[in-house]
């Protein structure tokens, strides 16, 4: 009998070898992942997807049983997120609480989210409102992981405990720290959006995608994150395959810029690319004025320009918005002493502030032709090649 009891923790009822063991932790793991990124966040937080209601329902219910995560509490929380970034009503933004918070203890951050009820009603709209949902998943959270340690316990004795403990802390480590920890703080950002977001790494592969976070702030609707060529999503390759077998149906991706040669006025053509890629433009304007500006002070300047850290020429890309009070002065006075780069960069907060206004198309449209018209008066050729090419701005492939 001790023999039997004894064998039975050491090996549970599959007695499995390490390569099963690593094999079935991994698979586990991905389901959790794609629980989080395919259902939690581009379907139910974003609507970029459907799914056939018996894998929404899967994952809906692998979600719960591996993590204890209620669909609308992850939802609101998501949802305030994009709404709030990087104000003090974020619920984890490394900006206010500070990385070392969010990166650690972003399980913490959540658990205090989702007692917030005003935040759930408010942000949780839309999602599953059925029995199951009142009676066992949001009843009875915690059960859910208690049955994964049951299941895999009977499986692979305490090699499974092992294993459902490393389950609890990967995937709160790797989505609630990692993608909303480093996620704002380290890595490369294709598009100059209103945040600090990053993309971690061109290949989403660990974390179901979600590795491409500045891309999705940028597009939060799209189901695809992967916007350049080089970047690969596999969240997106799962959806492509559930879309193959009739179980998933895309709703929205983020539409393809294409940019006209030889356009003489901007219309509303060019207004609607404007305002769907602003966080493009920004970057456009960017790397085709302002950067070429700071190469000509640097080529006039000589050392002088070193003066200036590289964090703060970065910095220019935000008009300083990140930076601290006095970080922020220190910038504006050197831009101020430039006469060339002070003209740059109010161009730049002006087209700002026309994609960020509300006053209609007609109104919007005629600001920017005054916009393109001073421009190319300025007598600055950066932005007199920045203007010819944005009045050529074009969607294609809109969803």
């Known amino acids: 009998m001790f023999d039997a009891v004894a064998d039975f923790l050491t090996g549970?009822?599959?007695?499995?070898?390490?390569?099963?063991?690593?094999?079935?932790?991994?698979?586990v793991t991905q389901l959790t992942i794609f629980s989080v990124t395919l259902y939690l966040h581009r379907s139910q937080s974003h609507r970029g997807v459907d799914f056939h209601p018996v894998l929404a329902h899967f994952f809906r219910f692998w979600a719960w049983l591996s993590t204890a995560m209620v669909t609308k509490e992850w939802v609101a929380i998501h949802r305030k997120h994009h709404a709030k970034c990087e104000t003090e009503e974020d619920p984890h933004s490394p900006q206010f609480f500070g990385i070392?918070?969010?990166?650690?203890?972003g399980v913490d951050l959540y658990r205090k989210?989702?007692?917030?009820?005003?935040?759930?009603?408010k942000y949780g709209k839309g999602t599953p409102d059925d029995w199951l949902e009142h009676k066992v998943y949001a009843a009875c959270p915690e059960a859910g992981p208690?049955?994964?340690?049951?299941?895999?316990?009977?499986?692979?004795?305490?090699?499974?405990?092992?294993?459902?403990?490393?389950?609890?802390?990967?995937?709160?480590?790797?989505?609630?720290?990692?993608?909303?920890?480093?996620?704002h703080w380290w890595g490369y950002r294709n598009f100059e959006s209103h945040d600090t977001s990053t993309n971690l790494s061109p290949w989403g592969l660990i974390i179901g995608g979600e590795e491409l976070h500045n891309n999705h702030h940028a597009f939060p609707s799209s189901a695809k994150f992967a916007l350049r060529r080089f970047e690969f999503d596999i969240g997106w390759a799962a959806i492509k395959l559930f879309e193959k077998l009739g179980m998933a149906k895309v709703l929205r991706v983020a539409p393809s810029l294409d940019v006209l040669p030889n356009v003489h006025l901007p219309d509303t053509e060019t207004l609607k690319a404007l305002l769907t890629h602003k966080f493009q433009v920004m970057t456009d304007y960017f790397s085709g004025v302002i950067a070429p500006t700071l190469h000509e002070e640097a080529k006039q300047a000589g050392n002088s320009l070193k003066d200036l850290p590289n964090r703060l020429r970065k910095a220019l890309s935000s008009g300083g918005r990140w930076l601290d009070h006095d970080a922020r002065e220190r910038l504006g006075q050197w831009v101020n002493q430039r006469p060339t780069m002070a003209a740059v960069m109010e161009y730049r907060q002006r087209l700002h502030e026309l994609m960020e206004q509300r006053g209609g198309d007609?109104?919007?449209?005629?600001?920017?032709?005054?916009?393109?018209?001073?421009a190319e008066e300025s007598g600055i050729r950066a932005l007199?090649?920045?203007?010819?090419?944005?009045?050529?701005?074009r969607l294609v492939n809109a969803t």
Request: charged share 15%; glycine share 8%; with cysteine.
């Open 12 to 27: 549970g009822l599959m007695h499995a070898h390490w390569p099963t063991l690593l094999v079935y932790f991994l698979v």
């Open 100 to 105: 070392r918070k969010v990166l650690l203890d």
């Open 113 to 121: 989210a989702r007692r917030d009820t005003e935040t759930m009603e």
């Open 146 to 183: 208690t049955l994964m340690l049951l299941i895999n316990f009977a499986l692979f004795g305490l090699y499974g405990v092992f294993i459902w403990a490393l389950q609890m802390i990967w995937i709160p480590f790797m989505a609630a720290g990692v993608v909303n920890g480093l996620g």
């Open 362 to 374: 007609a109104v919007m449209l005629e600001g920017l032709k005054q916009w393109c018209r001073e």
């Open 384 to 393: 007199q090649e920045f203007s010819a090419r944005l009045k050529g701005y």
